[in-house]
């Protein structure tokens, strides 16, 4: 079973700022491609986020400029900065590797909501 455990979450004011971190197994962390992911209300899940073992990021337009993706490779964990956020930022954000097909195996993802 993949560990995957996202924090960080939470109710935010439009243009503030939040941190997220995703903890998981070194198995993992040591072998794939990262990346978050968020599934906004009545919308499919969808990948954000890129991160390679060496630090390659890469971003949606959605996201490009405000989001910044990190990884700790000694501490397993994932992170995402989320600055400048949107209304339409609203919704539970997971970590999980990049593959394809997308993962079978999810956390329990981190709540979002930007709201004044």
């Known amino acids: 079973q993949v560990q995957l455990v996202e924090s960080g979450g939470g109710l935010v004011q439009p243009g503030g700022s939040l941190r997220l971190s995703c903890v998981t197994s070194?198995?993992?962390?040591?072998?794939?491609?990262m990346a978050w992911y968020r599934q906004g209300p009545g919308k499919k899940r969808e990948v954000i986020a890129t991160?390679?073992?060496?630090?390659?990021?890469s971003y949606v337009d959605a996201v490009k400029g405000r989001f910044t993706i990190s990884r700790d490779n000694d501490k397993n964990t994932l992170y995402l900065q989320m600055n400048s956020l949107k209304v339409e930022d609203t919704a539970v954000y997971y970590c999980n590797r990049r593959i394809t097909p997308d993962p079978q195996e999810w956390g329990q993802g981190t709540q979002v909501t930007v709201s004044a």
């Open positions: 991160v390679t073992g060496g630090g390659t990021t």
């Open positions: 070194r198995d993992i962390f040591s072998t794939y491609v």
